[in-house]
C-alpha cells in the first residue's frame, strides 16, 4: 500500500507554483510583443529591432512548448506541441513572424487555460489534504503536548475539543460529541458518538470535549489512503485515454510527414508557387494537430473522478467509470447492503428441558470470540439479560455454516443445518418443523444449537432491511439496470421474502463466499456487464470477479478500501444510483468531445487544402476547439 503524509503533495504544489506564475506571464509578454513589433513595423522602425523582438515574442511564446517537447523527445515520443512549434517556425522562415507569434499565443494562451482547468479536478485532494491539522493535542505523562502529527504513535490519547479536526483515526476512550462526517461520506446529518466508538482523520468534532486513543498512524488512516486511492485514480488512465495517447504519436508523426510531402510534392507536381505551399503546409500542421481530441477524455474522466469523490463516491481509475457506464445488472450481497448489517436476536426456542436463560448463555459463550454481526447480536441479548459471557477453550468459525466451540470438554455447534450436515449429525424433524416456521413467519435467520449429544433449540436472528430499500431499487431500474439479484448466505425462505418487498428479480440464498464467485462469473456470462456490491470482507472473490465491485458504507473499512472497484463512503443506496448515473453522463460527454474534436480537425483540414486557411484563423479554430472540449469536461464537476 503507497503511504502519504501532507509534506510530499505540498512539496509538489510549491514546484509547480513557479510554473502556475510564470506561464501566464509569459503569455502576457508573448502578447506584449507581439503589439510591439506591429506598432514597430508600422512606425518604420529599424529591421533590426524588429528582429529582436520577435525573437524575444518567439521565446516567450514557445518557451514552455519546447521544454514539453524536449522532455517527450527524451522520452522518444513527439509531443502535438511539435507541430506547433514547426508551424511557427515555419512562419518566421517565410517572414511572417506576426502571424508565427499570434499562433504561439494563442497556443500557450490555451494551455494555460487548459492548465488552469485540469487544476480544477485536482481541488477534491486538496480539500482533503487541508482535513487534517499539522499540529495535534497528545496526553503524555501526565501534560498535554503540541506535537506535529508525523509524531503521534499508535496508543497515545490526543484530546479533542469542539471544532476540531480529527486528526487520525482512533477509538473514543472518554467523552462524546456530534462529528460531521460529509468531507469522507458526503453524509451531510451529523453523528452523535460517546466512548467505544471509531472516528476517522478529517472528520469534524462539532460538540464535545474528548480524549480519543490513537489507532492507526498518519500514512495508514482512512483520509491518506483516501487521498492516496484519488491521486492513483487520476493517473490511472481509461482504455480510451489509453488509445488516444497511443494514436497520439502516430498520428503526429503520420501528420509531419504528410506536410513534408505535401509541401514538396505540390509544387513539383502542379506547379504551384513553394511559398505559398509551404505556408498552407505550416497551417495544415496547425489545424491537423490532436490537442483537443487528446486532452477530450482525460478532461472529462478526471472531472468526474473528482466530483464523485468530493461526494463520497471514489472511483479507483477511469477504466471503472468506463466499466459502470456498461453495467446493466446489479448484484447485492444482503447483509450490509439491502438490510443495515446488524442483526437483532428475536427468538429463543429451548427444547428437552433447558430454559431460555441456559440457551441463551452456551449460545452466547460459543459465539464470544466471534466478529460476524449474528455474533455480536446474541453476545448484545446476554448482556442486556445480564448474563455473563466466558470466552470457551476452543473456537473455531465455519465460513457460512457457523461455529464450533469447546468448552468442559464439550464440543457446542451453532449454526445452519449444512453445519450439521457436515459434522454429519440428523437434524431431528420437529426441530426443523419449528424452524421453517420462524422463517415463514419473516423472524429472521435460524441457528441450530447442540451441545454434545444434546439438541438444545432454536435461536432466531433477524437483520433490518433499510426502509428506502425499494424506492432505491426502483431508482436503479429507472437509471437502466434491467435485473437486480441478491446473494445472501441467509435461508432461502427469508431472503425470498425480502426479495418480493423490495422488488428483486432473482434471488440466489444459503452462499458461500465461493458460491458468491460462481453466481457472479455466470451472471457476466449472461448478461454482460455485472455490479457487485458488498462489503468488501467476505464478499471479495464475488467483487473481484465482477466488471465492477462496489463496496458500500466503507468509511474506515480497510478490505473494502482495498478490494472493489469503487468505494461508496456513506452507508446509503442512493449512492449506486448516483455514481452509475455519473458514470452514463461522463461517456455521453467523453463521446461529444471526441466527435466535436474529429469534427474540428476534418473541417479544418478540409478547408485548408481547397479554398485556404490564414494561419491565424485555423490557429483559432483549432485552440478554440481545445478550450470547448475542456469546458464541456468540467461541466462534470457539478453533477449532482
Excluded at 506535529?148 to 473514543?172: H, N, T
Excluded at 482523520?201 to 492507526?216: F, I, M, P, S
Excluded at 494514436?247 to 506547379?271: D, N, S
Excluded at 473456537?395 to 450436515?421: I, K, N, Q, Y
Aim: glycine share 8%; with cysteine; hydrophobic share 50%.
Amino acid at each position: 500500500m503507497t503511504t502519504i503524509s501532507n509534506t510530499a503533495p505540498r512539496q509538489r504544489l510549491t514546484l509547480l507554483l513557479n510554473d502556475e506564475i510564470l506561464e501566464p506571464a509569459f503569455v502576457a509578454l508573448t502578447l506584449i510583443g507581439i503589439v510591439t513589433g506591429l506598432i514597430l513595423e508600422g512606425s518604420g522602425a529599424p529591421e533590426s529591432i524588429i528582429l529582436v523582438v520577435h525573437l524575444a515574442t518567439y521565446f516567450f511564446g514557445g518557451f514552455y512548448a519546447v521544454r514539453a517537447i524536449i522532455e517527450a523527445l527524451r522520452h522518444w515520443s513527439i509531443e502535438v506541441d511539435l507541430l506547433m512549434v514547426l508551424a511557427a517556425l515555419g512562419a518566421g522562415y517565410l517572414g511572417d513572424f506576426t502571424e508565427g507569434a499570434i499562433l504561439l499565443f494563442l497556443f500557450s494562451l490555451s494551455n494555460v487555460l487548459q492548465a488552469y482547468a485540469m487544476r480544477r479536478t485536482e481541488q477534491a485532494i486538496t480539500a482533503l489534504m487541508q482535513l487534517r491539522p499539522d499540529t495535534v493535542t497528545v496526553h503524555r505523562d501526565g501534560r498535554e503536548l503540541d506535537l506535529p502529527i508525523e509524531a503521534v504513535q499508535v496508543g497515545d490519547v490526543i484530546v479533542l475539543r469542539p471544532g476540531d479536526r480529527v486528526p487520525l483515526d482512533g477509538v473514543i476512550e472518554r467523552g462524546s460529541g456530534s462529528f460531521d462526517e460529509s468531507a469522507l461520506t458526503g453524509e451531510s446529518m451529523p453523528v452523535q458518538k460517546g466512548p467505544g466508538m471509531a472516528v476517522l482523520a478529517g472528520t469534524l468534532n462539532q460538540t464535545g470535549a474528548l480524549e480519543v486513543r490513537v489507532t492507526k498512524p498518519a500514512s495508514e488512516s482512512t483520509l491518506a489512503r483516501i487521498i492516496t486511492m484519488v491521486s492513483e485514480a487520476q493517473a490511472r488512465k481509461a482504455r480510451s485515454q489509453s488509445f488516444l495517447e497511443y494514436f497520439e504519436q502516430r498520428y503526429a508523426i503520420g501528420v509531419i510527414v504528410a506536410v513534408i510531402l505535401f509541401i514538396l510534392a505540390v509544387p513539383a507536381l502542379t506547379g504551384a508557387d513553394f511559398a505559398d505551399t509551404f505556408y498552407r503546409g505550416m497551417v495544415l500542421l496547425t489545424v491537423a494537430s490532436p490537442c483537443a481530441l487528446v486532452i477530450s477524455v482525460p478532461a472529462s474522466l478526471l472531472s468526474a473522478i473528482a466530483a464523485g469523490a468530493r461526494r463520497g463516491v471514489l472511483f479507483k481509475g477511469g477504466v471503472h467509470l468506463e466499466e459502470l457506464s456498461k453495467v446493466r445488472v446489479i448484484a447485492f450481497d444482503k447483509t450490509g447492503t439491502l438490510t443495515f448489517g446488524k442483526p437483532t436476536m428475536t427468538d429463543l426456542v429451548p427444547m428437552n428441558g433447558v430454559d431460555e436463560a441456559d440457551l441463551l448463555a452456551i449460545v452466547a459463550r460459543a459465539e464470544q470470540p466471534s466478529e460476524h454481526p449474528i455474533a455480536r447480536a446474541i453476545l448484545q441479548a446476554a448482556e442486556e439479560r445480564g448474563i455473563t459471557v466466558a470466552p470457551p477453550e476452543q473456537f473455531t468459525a465455519v465460513t457460512g455454516m457457523g461455529v464450533r466451540a469447546m468448552w468442559e470438554g464439550v464440543e457446542t455447534l451453532v449454526g445452519s443445518p449444512r453445519l450439521f450436515a457436515e459434522a454429519g449429525v440428523v437434524m431431528p424433524s420437529e426441530l426443523s418443523a419449528r424452524a421453517d416456521e420462524l422463517m415463514a413467519q419473516g423472524r429472521g435467520s435460524v441457528l441450530f444449537v447442540r451441545r454434545g449429544e444434546q439438541w438444545l433449540g432454536l435461536v432466531a436472528v433477524m437483520d433490518r432491511e433499510r426502509p428506502d430499500a425499494a424506492q432505491r431499487i426502483a431508482e436503479l431500474r429507472a437509471a437502466g439496470i434491467e435485473r437486480i439479484v441478491m446473494l445472501t448466505g441467509d435461508n432461502p425462505q427469508v431472503a425470498e421474502a425480502m426479495a418480493r418487498r423490495l422488488g428483486v428479480d432473482e434471488v440466489h440464498a444459503g452462499l458461500l463466499p465461493a458460491d458468491k464467485l460462481r453466481i457472479v462469473e455466470q451472471l457476466r456470462q449472461r448478461y454482460g456487464g455485472v455490479a457487485m456490491v458488498g462489503d468488501g470482507v467476505n464478499d471479495a472473490p464475488a467483487l473481484a470477479a465482477a466488471t465492477v465491485g462496489i463496496a458500500m458504507g466503507a468509511a474506515g473499512t480497510d478490505a473494502a478500501l482495498e478490494t472493489a472497484d469503487l468505494v461508496l463512503m456513506r452507508d446509503d443506496l442512493s449512492a449506486i444510483t448516483y455514481a452509475l448515473r455519473l458514470s452514463r453522463r461522463t461517456q455521453r460527454v467523453v463521446w461529444q468531445n471526441i466527435i466535436f474534436a474529429l469534427a474540428v480537425v476534418v473541417v479544418l483540414v478540409t478547408t485548408t487544402l481547397t479554398v485556404g486557411v490564414p494561419l491565424p484563423l485555423g490557429v483559432v479554430g483549432h485552440e478554440g476547439s481545445t478550450i470547448i472540449v475542456v469546458l464541456n469536461g468540467l461541466r462534470l464537476l457539478m453533477f449532482r
